[in-house]
């Protein structure tokens, strides 16, 4: 007799900060040391795909990540299975018809359409896949509040790939994390007009993990607590009211300010933590010149923990973006892509100084285009076969 093999599965988007969330106050329940804000990517661009499935057949705990079997021992993955299943035994217990999923194994089968681990945030939406998957496996009644706090566990940005649209983590206070989770600020429909471009510079997996970086600077960066205590606490009001009011002159001007000041206390740390680099600062300098050219902000760049640019605009800047990057990066199949609203790119801005573009050219390998989307979506594909292991 074949023994059924329970299954759900999900979607779950990138999300990219413009507050940066950098320092853990407490590194086993992963609660931060100041609130963040991000913005969720649309999953035609970007998005891991995960299924989870239980059954009284299974013998273990196993996991696939990228056609790869990985181990399941990492505190934080069991932090995560841990809560999913005591909340899933809460419901057992008051609806004694269900199958006792809460005692069987589970298996994970997860897969990403862009590079793991290359600071392109796929901790956050995998870990946002997985907690989403498991919870509608269990069929859980917990809101995506709720279960951010689960996913903030597994990773912290990952509690905010549990919304669409424009999203903040509240660092919480209390010590047992139960007030440290992500909210929405507004949803994809209410500033629709968001785009990302994000630049590959290197699509290998970063030299410092986050993790490890930001603990370096939380014991040893002079300018990370004035960081902490005063200027993102203020920058969380002025950025959450730029967002509802879609006011992308302060937007922007507070994205490109947060990266920067993230890099400082990241390069003030002790021994220094690097993730810019030339074609980085490249990148940099192009953007601040768009923007004096235009007298606005045109586009905002942000960095996370890698060189990889993500530039944020809006769709009606977007003829003006697209020139000056086919001028810089002309060569990239990314253009394939954008072949449908070719007529709307302009020429490269006038001004420009071209002489960095041939180093560009040799750094950049991809360009990826997006903008706002969705949170996690409900999928009928499924990675699992009706015997439990990953699809061939
Ligand atoms: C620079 O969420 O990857 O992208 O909680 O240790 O897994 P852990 O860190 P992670 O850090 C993300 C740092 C960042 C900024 C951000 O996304 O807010």
Redesign the pocket.
Known sequence: MTVKVYSASTTAPV???T????G?RDTKL?LPTNS?I?VTLSQDDLRTLTTAAASESFTSDRLWLNGQEESVSSP?LLACFKELRALRRSVEESKSELPPLSTYHIHIVSENNFPTAA?L?S??AGFAALVRAIADLYELPQSPGELSRIA?Q?????C?SLFGGYVA?EMGKEVDGSDSRAVQIATEKDWPDMRAAILVISAAKKET???TG?QTTVKTSTLFQFRADVVVPERFIEMSTAIVNKDFETFGQLTMRDSNQ?HAVCLDSSPPVFYLNDASRLVIGIIEKLNSIYGRVVAAYTF??GPNAVLYYLQQDEPIVLGLLKAALPELESWTSKASTASAIASCPEGIDHTSFDYLRNSVSRIIFSSVGTGPIPTEESLIGTDGLPKV
């Open positions: 999300n990219i900060a507050l940066k969330y950098w853990k992963n963040s991000s934080r600071g945030a901790s956050a903030r597994g990773s912290g940005s990952a905010r983590w993990s986050s993790t930001m993230f996370d923990a």
